[in-house]
């Protein structure tokens, strides 16, 4: 797969993209884990704004890294906000966002997504339960007020 990530990076730098993905789409299907080829890809669909194809490749990538957390977190931190705030896909990024729980279940960005999510969709309980876990951490002003105000809408 190495030498289809460096041919495809050839064909990028000599204008033949649809040539270059092919590369690194058969790279992908020969070692689906390969990091080399999920960056060069993660870096073709950043330039395009292929925001789908970018967050699913972002999505393969974290699970690619399982091994480093840090890294993995970064991963779906970027493929959740793509899916929210570019495509729209609120429970794609609600989906990611659970995944993201499952490795730092206090992750902070997750848990204000999720209670928001809940509670726009009418599932108060879920709400309270994710503004529960945001409030015993230390949160910044108006996130705290988002999170009483919610519960405080729930209780009344």
Request: glycine share 4%; charged share 35%; aromatic share 4%.
């Amino acid at each position: 797969s190495d030498l289809l990530v460096r041919a495809a990076d050839l064909l990028r730098r000599l204008g033949r993209d649809a040539d270059a993905e092919g590369c690194l789409r058969e790279a992908l299907a020969r070692d689906t884990g390969s990091v080399a080829v999920l960056d060069a890809l993660e870096r073709m669909w950043r330039e395009r704004e292929a925001w789908p194809d970018l967050a699913e490749t972002l999505a393969r990538k974290a699970a690619a890294l399982a091994v480093r957390p840090e890294v993995q977190l970064a991963a779906l931190e970027e493929a959740a906000a793509i899916q929210a705030e570019r495509l729209g896909r609120a429970q794609a990024a609600a989906d990611t966002y659970e995944r993201l729980l499952e490795i730092d279940e206090a992750h902070r960005g997750a848990l204000l997504y999720l209670a928001r999510h809940a509670a726009a969709e009418g599932r108060g309980d879920d709400a309270d339960e994710y503004d529960r876990r945001l409030l015993v951490q230390r949160l910044d002003p108006a996130d705290e007020r988002e999170c009483l105000l919610r519960r405080a809408r729930r209780a009344a």
